[in-house]
């Protein structure tokens, strides 16, 4: 039985006209004129029999029945990017999407590829940038974090790969006193949406942290560049930090202190369970085990 939809153009046209309010601006986004754009909108209304924009101003806004098609429309053309994207992927042999910390990556994880690569030629990795809290999976098969978001550490499936640590890091010339079990510093340096690893911190290490100022990044790169350029105080994973420890470029007054969650693998698509991904999650727990000792 043929499916009764619009053309696939129209829907595209559609939902860049709904998401930025302006035909004009779908029309460039789409690399179409404005009357291009304009005509398939009203073929798509008139397809469906109901109007689905009104004029805002110089803009177009979305009815009610509009706004609850958009949806629909976005996500459904969201499901065909990311499968047009793993046939892709499927086309060029086998393959994993994995999703972590830009500093994770930068840090640790690119710089050992090649040993991955030397041990699995025929798979290839696809790194995606993201934040625990902000993550969404976006075709992505496996999730490396600390910091999971809320609800994964009961998901089935969750693998814990290794131990992970972390330990206040400032600058060698930036003040910050140890006092006992004391840390007094003039400014923290909090990563957005992690502050729960200062209090952490704390209960694992027996230390107690006081400051007066703080700052806040979004992201744990921009926390370390702070600490290294004598802003202040900033919580760090060691194993991202090990050339600037040896260089003198930072110092940890209070070394580390492991923290219980350790670094987990969080599965986020059925590909997960491959071999490719069984392989990948091999080494890098290994890899994690060796340092370790």
């Known amino acids: 039985m043929p499916r009764s939809l619009p053309p696939l153009s129209t829907l595209r046209a559609f939902e860049a006209a ?39 101003g110089t803009g177009v806004r979305l009815t009610s029945e509009g706004a609850a098609f958009r949806t629909v429309v976005a996500d459904a053309l969201e499901a065909l990017e990311r499968g047009y994207r793993r046939l ?6 086998p393959s994993l999407h994995v999703a972590c910390s830009a500093t994770f990556a930068m840090r640790w994880l690119v ?29 992505a098969d496996l999730l490396l974090t600390w910091d999971p978001p809320p609800g994964a550490r009961e998901q089935a499936g969750t693998i814990r790969l290794g131990d992970v640590a972390f330990g206040p ?6 003040r910050a006193e140890r006092k006992g079990a004391v840390l007094v510093c003039r400014t923290r340096v909090v990563r957005e949406r992690a502050a729960r690893a200062w209090d952490t ?13 703080e700052l806040t ?11 290294i350029s ?38 986020t698509s059925d590909r997960a369970a491959s071999a490719p991904a069984r392989a990948f999650l091999d080494w890098v727990t290994e890899a994690l085990a060796e340092e370790a000792g």
């Open 88 to 93: 892709l992927d499927d086309a060029g042999g």
């Open 169 to 174: 890091v400032c600058a060698p010339g930036y």
């Open 18 to 56: 709904a998401r930025l309010g302006s035909v004009s601006r779908a029309a460039d986004e789409l690399g179409r004129t404005h009357g291009a754009v304009s005509r398939q909108l009203r073929a798509l209304q008139d397809h469906a029999g109901v109007a689905l924009f009104e004029r805002a």
């Open 230 to 267: 004598g802003l202040g105080v900033a919580l760090i994973d060691p194993r991202l930090i090990r050339d600037d420890l040896a260089r003198g470029r930072l110092k940890a007054p209070c070394g580390f202190a492991n923290f219980p969650e350790g670094l987990m693998a969080l599965p």
């Open 217 to 227: 990044f979004p992201h744990t790169h921009l926390c370390l560049e702070a600490a």
């Open 201 to 213: 911190w704390q209960a694992v290490s027996g230390f107690e942290a006081r400051w007066g100022d």
């Open 111 to 139: 710089p050992r590829l090649a040993e991955f690569y030397r041990r699995h030629p025929d798979v290839r990795v696809r790194l995606s940038m993201t934040s625990a809290g902000e993550f969404r999976p976006d075709g």
